[in-house]
């Protein structure tokens, strides 16, 4: 007999690299990678014999191909559970408004909130700790305060990102700088699971430690990052490519969730 840790049975994940899980490599996952919300699946399939569990999430996707892509997929899996993190790509590029964005962003909720599903929506990172984005940071602020309302108004979860102190840490960041290591989507999952009043045994900086750095190894990172990271994403965004372009879902259906043996 399992213990009913929660009511949901049915959850299904929707977003870009976040969500897909990109900077927590594992081999023998679908897709490649693990990620946050493989993780959330995990614990609440503890909790429900019957937990089905997708994810839909594609890399480099931007706001209006998640909303063409992934909401009627999304809906057609009829969830009782729907995690959807979306905009970062968006608010990231210059000369984008984020109250635009937002205003897409609240037209996905209105029509995945038409099937009473829990919303759990995200809140973006406090930038302010980032050389690289520091200079966004009040437009993130902006988007935040935008989605805050929008969760209010359709009694979304919020997942608050820009409140989460430890993601700030640099050592929770893949090379790319752009995606959480596997060490921050440990983080993440366990602020998940807090936001829908889950319990659970994930422990703060497990499943690994934080690694040392000193200032010289991070100035020779900078540059390395530089060369393996900027400027490929600077080519793409010229070349008007998306590193999402010829990636599938990693868990187009819903199925329950097991670890690989």
């Excluded at 049915?10 to 870009?16: E, I, N, P």
């Excluded at 602020?141 to 969760?151: D, K």
Aim: one cysteine or more; hydrophobic letters at 40%.
């Amino acid at each position: 007999m399992v213990t009913q840790l929660h009511p949901w049975s049915r959850y299904v994940a929707l977003g870009d690299s976040f969500t897909e899980g990109i900077g927590d490599p594992e081999p023998t996952m679908p897709g490649g990678h693990r990620g946050w919300a493989d993780r959330v699946a995990e614990v609440l399939s503890q909790g429900t014999e019957d937990f089905a569990y997708a994810n839909l999430a594609v890399r480099g996707k931007l706001m209006h191909q998640i909303i063409d892509e992934q909401l009627e997929p999304a809906r057609a899996l009829r969830p009782d559970l729907i995690t959807i993190s979306a905009g970062g790509n968006d608010v990231i590029r210059p000369r984008t408004d984020p109250d635009e964005v937002a205003a897409r962003f609240e037209h996905a909720i209105e029509r995945l909130s038409r099937d009473h599903a829990a919303i759990v929506i995200f809140t973006g990172v406090d930038v302010g700790f980032s050389p690289v984005f520091r200079g966004i940071r009040g437009k993130v602020a902006i988007y935040n305060e935008n989605l805050r309302t929008v969760a209010k108004k359709y009694d979304c979860i919020v997942a608050d990102l820009w409140a989460l102190g430890e993601i700030q840490d640099q050592r929770m960041w893949s090379p790319d700088r752009l995606h959480v290591n596997s060490l921050g989507h440990h983080t993440v999952a366990r602020m998940v699971l807090d936001a829908l009043n889950v319990e659970n045994d994930l422990e703060p900086m497990k499943p690994e430690p934080l690694p040392t750095s000193t200032w010289r190894q991070a100035r020779v990172e900078d540059l390395a990052w530089a060369r393996a990271y900027l400027v490929p994403w600077v080519l793409r965004r010229i070349r008007h490519q998306s590193s999402g372009d010829l990636v599938s879902a990693k868990r187009p259906d819903a199925g329950p969730y097991s670890l690989p043996d």
